[in-house]
Each structure stands twice: as C-alpha cells, then as structure tokens.
C-alpha cells in the first residue's frame, strides 16, 4: 500500500508526515512529494495514525483488498497565535471574518473555561471575575450582545451578568468558533455582530471502539482535571460520551493566596447519530454542566470605611497565610442542562431541509454571606426554562447561487425561588420569541458575495416587586420588533491575497436585568439597578479585512472595524457607596448613550526557516459616548503579543521512542493601561499596564495501539504582580501569580 498527504487547504504535499499502522506496528513518513509506502501487507482493516507538526493527529481506517495507493489531505495549519491553535481563518463560502480553535488546541488547555480559551483570538479579550469566572468580550462586546451557539441552539441561561460565565464544557467540542463580521443572521439571539459557535464533530463511521484520556495538573490552586471521550458507531446507532470532573482550591497572586477562589466541576455530554438512508438522518445530544465558583472573601465587606479601605488596600481583607480546598460564600452554585433532537432531509444533491427541537433548564444559586445563621440559604436562587424549535431549508444552483432560509422560536421562562427571603434581583418573567431569516448568496469567479435580512419579534411578561413599603406586585406587558441586515463581499485577488468587507444593521431590545434589575448583585460585590425607561439599541457594524500570504515564509491579516450604536445600554458606576444589612456595597445603574466603538486587529507569522517562527498580533479598540463626550467603560485595554517558536519537523528519537511534532515556544503578552477613561468615571483608576511571559511545550508519542500527548505549560513565568482592568476583582487584589500546567493524553 502507499499513498500521498496533502494540505487540505493549499492541496501541496506535506513533507515529513509520520505515518503509524496500528495492527502491523509499522511506522513511516512522508518525503518532499507527501509519498508513503507500506510493504508486505495482507488484505484486510488497518487504522492509519497521522500526525504533522502545525496539524491536528488524525486517525483513519483503510480497507485494503490488493494493492492501492490512497490520497489523504490534514488541516495544516500556517499560524499558532499564542496558546491556541487556530485554522480556517478565512473562507470562500462566507463574508463574515472568522477564527477557529480546534480540538487538539482545546485539550492542550483542559484547564481553561470556554472564554479563557477565546482569548487567544485577536479581539477578544474577557470580563472576569477572578479568573474561574469569565465571559467573552468580542470588539467591545459582551453580555447580552454576544450570542453563543452550544451545538446548534442559542444558550439559553443568566447570562446577563458580568460574573455569569458561559455555561458550557469546552471540551465536549471539536471546534469553538468566533464571528467576528456585522451579524450572524442565520442565528437567533440578540448579537450585535459577533457570535461563539460551540461545534462537536459528527461521529465517524468506525465500527470500533476509539477514545481518548486526558489529565492535567496545575500548581496555583492545585487544580486538577480529567476528561474522557468514548465513541463507536454501530449497526444500531453511532454513540459518543464526554465526561469530565475538575476541580481546583484557593488560587494565589504573586505575594499572597485569594482565600475562596476554588472551583469545582462535573460535566457530561452524549450524543447519539442514527442513518436511516441515504437522504435523512437523526442526532440526539443531550448534556448537564455543573459547577460551584467561590467568590474573593475579601470583594465582601461589613461598613462603609472598610469598603473605602479595601479600594486601596495592597492585600484584601480575610487573606489567609494557607492554601484550602474549602468552598464558601460567597458562592455561585450553577447548574445547566440541554436536550436537542435534530433532523436533516436531503431532498436531492442541489436542497435539504433541518430540523430542531431543543430543551434547557437552567438552575443558579448564589450563596452571600449573611447574618444569623443564613449563609447556608441562597441569596439569589433561578429556575430558567426554555423551548427552542427551528426549521431550515438550503438549497444551491450550479450557476453559484446559494439560498438559505429559516423560521425560529424561542419561549423562555425564568422563576425566582422564595427560598431566599429576600426581595429577587432579577423578577419572574416570561419571553416569547419568534423569528425569521433569509440569506442569498452568490459565487462568481474568485468573488463571493452574500446579503441577507433578518425580523425577530420579542414578547415579555413581567412581575416585578415594587421597592416600596406596602410591597406590591407590578406586571409589565411589552412587546420589541427587532430587525437585522447585511452585506458583504470577499475578493481572492489572487492565490495568496484576499480582501474582504461586510456592512450590517441590528437591533436590540433591553434585556430583563437592564430594565428591572433591584438590588445587590453579590457575585460582582455591587448593588445593580434598572431603568425602565431605556429603549431598544441600534448597531450599524463596518468590517474591512485583509489577507496576505506574501511568501512561504510570512502570513499577514489585519481586521478595521468601526461600529455606532444609537441608545448603547451600559452599567454606569454611580458616585455612591451603600450600606445595607448584607454590608457596603459599590452602586451602579444601567445606563443609555449613543455611542462608537473602533479598532483593528493584526496578526503576522514569519517563518525564519522550516522549523523556527515568530507571531506576532496586534489589537487596537477605542469606545466614546459620543452623547457626553466621554470614554466608554469597561472597554478592553489595548494589547500586543510575540511569541518564538521552534517546531521539530522530523521526530526527535529517544531511546526506542519517537518524540512527533516536537514544539517549544516563548510568548511574551503586553497590556497597556487603560486611558481612554476619566477618574471619576470608576470607583478607582485603571491599573497598570502589564507584561506576563509564558512558556509551552508539546509532543506525541506512539505507544503500540495508543498515542500519547504530552504537555507543559508555564503562565506569569515571572510571578509578576499585576491587576487586570476588565476584572471585577481588581478593586480588591491582585490577578493569578504563577502557574504551572502539565497535561498528558492518551488516544486509543
């Protein structure tokens, strides 16, 4: 038998491919021209095991009945941007801007939650609290502009808050993407041009049970993760399980530990595939997501003077000398779950048809430190259900039209549990929404172009508690009219250049929090209050990039961006400082201006032989309301990254072992400080710029019928003591010191 490997994406040859053959324990590489060869063979099944440096390790099965020769293509990847690996950075069939993180990248840092994960890509950064509790900021962006896609269906949770991380398991999926264009129209929710998609893979048509392993050990915290994937496809069904259990205790700043910043999680995804022939197939993923985040003890304070104290003090309040495992309020207690059935009809080779049926609960208790004895009772406790239904219909002519259609529906209802005692920050509400889209899109030569419009209505039923004494019960009946558009173009100039732009429009209506929220938000330490007078934000979105790759050796793509929303909802800190009976607490109210947010991002690689490169990328963002005359808040500071690498191109043997796709690289990440703000616009002034350096190694080894990935990583190498501007906790202590994680896997 023999064969060729090419790169998927430039179809050239992939030199120095090695090629392992489980059953007969052969192993080969590939020369200059991609060409393998196994001699000797009898007729039969085999698994092909590939691994290229830059390329996620694939595995296949072969049936050889005499003598072939088969052709195989990798997903080579040109650029590593910091941590993360990222490929199908650009594509023919959309105008939108898009960066993909693949599951090779996403085991590597097991140890991350989804949005620390994102922010490896250029123009996302995320709004924390702490560090376990994260969201993803895109180009400005976060909270209830940011749609996530969790397989296929809108997430569907309390999202709304600034410490309401994602409640997703990165690792049950194959791809996490980022769009970064004017809107995602196919897409329900209420983004204003920037969308997550959390993507599994479709299970393959293996017949044997395949699996992998993976454990990780960090030492800030003493973190401790394992994840383990099965999956085999039957006669009956194709099946695949995702488990996985982490948990960490006390994390520790550079000088002293962050008493109760510990966290703890349990997670499971299955996912089942059924073919009934050749045109229609049904899937079922069904997952439950399950975590306890402490909260900085020392972000909760008794009075008035020691609030102001610990504004300004070096080392918070109920710091502890010792490291502890031990959770306690404040605390988040967060559990999510998803049931989805999907179906797709092929009507025939040009159009089909989807399906979608999806159901999610979502229950979130928050756990403050409270008086007499209540600290056991939550002081914010949701029950969040909903229903999701889709149908969709694509169809493409020869001529290079495309269309593709769909009608959704939303209903959501979020329930406030009396067991708190006390009067709920969010109230009980009811929302209906319904939705249609239409896309069109035409490939002409080395031209794509696509336009598409988008209507949502949005119906909301509120019972809210009156602040005042007698309490009462006030309802409110609204209903929003949202409507989205936009186009766009993307022009290969030629093999190694393209330009792309989009244009969009969308609207938003208020969400549930900005308008009724009343009261202490305890998982940010602030008391959050709504206004019911805020009206529905309107974002006209310009994106312009560009692509080059002006030799082998140097990849280049920058990103200009310039977005105006009309009515900007945003969380205004108030020159106030409350006491209450839960303590003294920050006062911030939700707020509505007419604003801009612009920027660019740039990413280069350079490659300085076969083996060495150098990353770098850049990302510039810049907020104003333009209705004051002021900077916009909690806008991400502007930030540089470099990082040097070296990659193995043939194994490196040990031994009888054989260490493949060999990697080492330094990164050195730079965020400068935050001055596109006013003093008075903040309890405190921005802190410092900050540099952290880092280090990564990686390597596979093939072990008989299993391979082995190994990993080691170093964050904050320097242990620099440093406070981030979009961390909430930065009013209290310092961000993580330094951490050290080590990974090891096991493929079989």
Same mark, same amino acid.
């Given at each position: ?87 199908? /950075? ?46 993803? @900021? ?46 995602? %129209? ?152 998803? %049931? ?23 229950? /979130? ?122 186009? !766009? ?55 312009? !990039?560009?692509?080059?790759? @002006? ?26 400082? /409350? ?109 410092? !710029? ?19 990935? @190994? ?16 961390? /909430? ?14 990974? @090891?896997?096991?493929?079989?």
């Amino acid at each position: 038998m023999d064969g060729y490997i090419r790169d998927s994406g430039t179809d050239e040859p992939l030199e120095y491919v090695t090629i392992y053959m489980k059953e007969s324990a052969q192993g080969t590489m590939t020369d200059s021209l991609g060409y393998f060869q196994f001699k000797d063979l009898c007729a039969g099944h085999y698994h092909l095991v590939m691994s290229h440096v830059g390329c996620e390790a694939k595995q296949t099965l072969v049936e050889l009945r005499g003598d072939s020769t088969l052709e195989f293509f990798m997903d080579h990847t040109h650029a590593v941007l910091e941590d993360i690996v990222i490929e199908g /950075r650009t594509s023919l069939l959309s105008t939108q801007e898009i960066e993909t993180i693949n599951r090779q990248a996403i085991a590597d840092h097991a140890q991350q939650n989804l949005s620390n994960i994102l922010e490896s890509i250029t123009g996302v950064t995320t709004l924390r609290n702490g560090n376990s509790i994260s969201k993803p @900021v895109i180009h400005g962006l976060y909270g209830n502009r940011i749609t996530i896609i969790n397989n296929g269906i809108p997430q569907s949770g309390q999202q709304w808050g600034n410490d309401h991380s994602p409640e997703i398991d990165p690792l049950v999926a194959n791809t996490v993407s980022v769009v970064k264009g004017t809107s995602a %129209l196919e897409y329900m929710g209420n983004n204003l041009g920037s969308l997550v998609i959390v993507a599994p893979a479709k299970i393959g048509q293996e017949p044997h049970l395949h699996g992998s392993a993976r454990y990780y050990f960090e030492t800030n915290g003493l973190g401790h993760g394992l994840n383990l994937n099965l999956n085999q496809s039957t006669p009956a069904v194709a099946w695949k399980v995702n488990g996985t259990l982490k948990k960490a205790g006390d994390r520790k700043a550079a000088h002293y530990f962050l008493n109760n910043t510990g966290s703890q999680e349990a997670n499971l995804a299955l996912q089942l595939e059924k073919v009934f022939s050749d045109t229609w197939t049904v899937d079922v993923y069904a997952s439950t997501f399950n975590t306890k985040l402490g909260v900085l003890r020392g972000s909760h304070i008794g009075n008035l003077t020691d609030l102001s104290e610990a504004l300004t003090r070096e080392v918070p309040f109920f710091t502890p000398d010792t490291f502890s495992y031990r959770l306690e309020a404040p605390m988040q207690q967060v559990g999510h779950h998803l %049931l989805k059935l999907h179906s797709t009809y092929i009507i025939d080779a040009s159009q089909k048809i989807d399906f979608t049926l999806a159901g999610q609960f979502n229950n /979130r208790k928050e756990f403050d430190v409270r008086r007499s004895g209540r600290t056991d009772i939550p002081a914010l406790s949701l029950q969040q259900y909903s229903f999701f239904a889709e149908g969709k219909y694509i169809k493409s002519w020869e001529n290079g039209w495309g269309l593709k259609a769909g009608a959704q529906f939303n209903g959501i209802e979020n329930n406030n549990n009396p067991e708190t005692g006390i009067l709920p920050l969010v109230p009980d509400y009811l929302s209906y929404e319904s939705g249609a889209y239409l896309l069109i899109s035409k490939k002409y030569r080395h031209f794509f172009l696509d336009l598409g419009a988008r209507y949502d209505r949005m119906h909301q039923k509120v019972a809210t508690i009156s602040g005042t004494i007698p309490r009462s019960i006030i309802r409110y009946d609204t209903v929003y009219h949202n409507l989205s558009s936009s186009g !766009g173009f993307r022009w290969l100039i030629s093999p190694n250049y393209s330009i792309s732009g989009n244009l969009g429009f969308t609207s938003r209506n208020p969400a549930i929090n900005e308008l009724y929220s009343q009261g202490l938000h305890q998982g940010v330490s602030g008391i959050e209050e709504g206004t019911l007078t805020l009206t529905s934000e309107q974002s006209f979105k310009a994106t312009l !990039g560009f692509v080059a790759k @002006v030799n082998k050796a140097i990849d280049f793509e920058s990103l200009v961006y310039y977005q105006a929303i009309n009515n900007y909802i945003f969380l205004n800190p108030q020159n106030e400082i /409350r006491l209450t009976i839960r303590g003294a607490f920050p006062v911030f109210k939700y707020a509505q201006t007419d604003a801009e947010i612009f920027g660019i991002d740039l990413s280069s690689t350079f490659r300085l032989n076969h083996s060495a490169y150098v990353d770098i990328k850049y990302s510039y963002i810049q907020g104003n309301d333009l209705t004051q005359d002021l900077p916009l808040i909690n806008i991400p500071s502007n930030n540089v990254m470099g990082r040097i690498g070296y990659q193995f191109e043939k194994p490196l043997k040990i031994g009888k072992k054989q260490l493949e796709n060999l990697e080492f690289n330094v990164d050195y990440r730079y965020v400068f400080r935050q001055n596109n703000l006013l003093p008075e616009q903040d309890f405190v002034l921005p802190p410092d !710029g900050y540099g952290l350096l880092g280090l990564n190694l990686s390597t596979d080894i093939q072990l008989a019928k299993t391979r082995l990935r @190994v990993t080691a990583q170093v964050d904050n190498l320097l242990n620099t003591s440093y406070r981030d501007y979009l961390n /909430r906790q930065r009013y209290f202590a310092d961000d993580w010191g330094v951490n050290v994680i080590l990974g @090891v896997g096991v493929s079989f």
